[in-house]
């Protein structure tokens, strides 16, 4: 069947649409879909362990988040927002700015601290090239201005922000790089793990640096003229060489989360194997993929339209998850980055 966006729409009512984290990230609720079986089972994030199996093969994304969001004002007053995207060299970066039209080709925008930034060009997609002009480190410079990159439809005055830098991030965040969170894998904590080796999961981190093309809106109303940005990834030689055993023994890897799921699959998909290394995962999964590399997936529950949606859709199947969906709104399931999630085997 060819599937329009109209596809992956569904209604949901504004209180449940998480706009705040659970203090304890195990708590979350969990449902469970079987796609061999298909029925819904929910449960809770913290009962994993009892839909997994000794051998099978959870699979990390261990991108770390950095502060990009930053605030700043021109000298005529006017306030700024800048989302940071993209290094495209030192000290040039493709940002998202707001509100974009107050910034034409070479207006200065001055941030806290002594750190300016000029707009040197302006892009066909609507971001702005900002070079930067500061002193000391980058890293050092952002993580003294920045602010916590929350999606939009999570409202926060900009002093509140500092609060989700902790709660934002993977508790096995280590690779800096990303400039939205796994969301995923926020429900993991150690005692979690722990319940896990006792089992005999094992665990293994690869690197996707989340960029703007995972939460990019899908503006084409035929799927198959959308396409995902490229982002960066990494892969280790043990995770390599540990993937392709489970795989050849007949093991389940199980993603945690989309990102995770598409470097897998473009990996896989490209080098015929589990290949250690780094490059660019450009990989846009629609309908009609096969996929080659996992077997499950740990995934939060996504924006109605979006390109995760399609993905999760394609894997799943369109009927079940579009169900599933159903039941998580009758339900009162918590939605998007600081929701609930979804385990599908």
Not at 40 to 55: C, E, N, P, T, V
Not at 113 to 119: D, K, L, N, S, T
Not at 216 to 224: G, K, M, Q, Y
Request: aromatic fraction near 10%; charge should be negative.
């Amino acid at each position: 069947m060819n599937y329009s966006l109209e596809d992956y729409d569904f209604e949901l009512a504004p209180g449940q649409i998480a706009a705040q984290a659970l203090p304890d990230r195990a708590r979350s609720r969990m449902l469970v879909v079987d796609r061999e079986n298909p029925n819904f089972i929910d449960s809770q994030f913290s009962s994993l362990g009892k839909f997994l199996r000794a051998g099978d093969v959870l699979v990390l994304n261990n991108t770390k988040v950095f502060p990009a969001r930053l605030f700043g004002g021109t000298e005529t007053g006017a306030r700024i927002e800048i989302f940071l995207v993209e290094e495209l060299a030192d000290k040039t970066w493709s940002a998202l700015a707001r509100p974009g039209k107050r910034l034409p080709i070479g207006k200065v925008v001055s941030f806290e601290e002594g750190v300016f930034a000029e707009v040197v060009d302006k892009l066909a997609d609507g971001k702005v090239v900002l070079h930067f002009q500061y002193e000391g480190g980058l890293d050092a410079v952002i993580d003294r201005i920045g602010r916590t990159p929350l999606p939009p439809y999570i409202k926060r005055d900009p002093a509140a922000l500092d609060r989700d830098r902790e709660r934002y991030q993977t508790v096995y965040a280590k690779e800096r790089g990303a400039i939205a969170a796994p969301t995923a894998g926020l429900h993991f904590t150690p005692e979690v793990f722990d319940e896990l080796g006792k089992i005999g999961v094992e665990v293994m981190e690869i690197t996707l640096h989340v960029g703007y093309g995972t939460f990019e809106p899908v503006r084409a109303e035929v799927l198959s003229e959308h396409k995902v940005s490229p982002e960066r990834y990494s892969i280790s030689q043990k995770a390599a060489e540990a993937l392709g055993r489970a795989k050849q023994e007949g093991r389940r890897i199980i993603a945690v989360g989309t990102t995770t799921t598409r470097t897998l699959e473009y990996v896989h998909r490209t080098f015929g194997r589990f290949a250690a290394g780094s490059g660019l995962a450009e990989l846009t999964i629609l309908p009609g993929y096969e996929f080659e590399a996992i077997d499950g997936l740990l995934t939060n529950f996504h924006l109605p339209k979006s390109s995760l949606l399609v993905l999760v859709s394609t894997f799943t199947g369109h009927e079940l998850i579009m169900g599933a969906y159903r039941h998580a709104v009758e339900s009162g399931y918590r939605f998007y980055s600081y929701g609930d999630c979804m385990l599908i085997i």
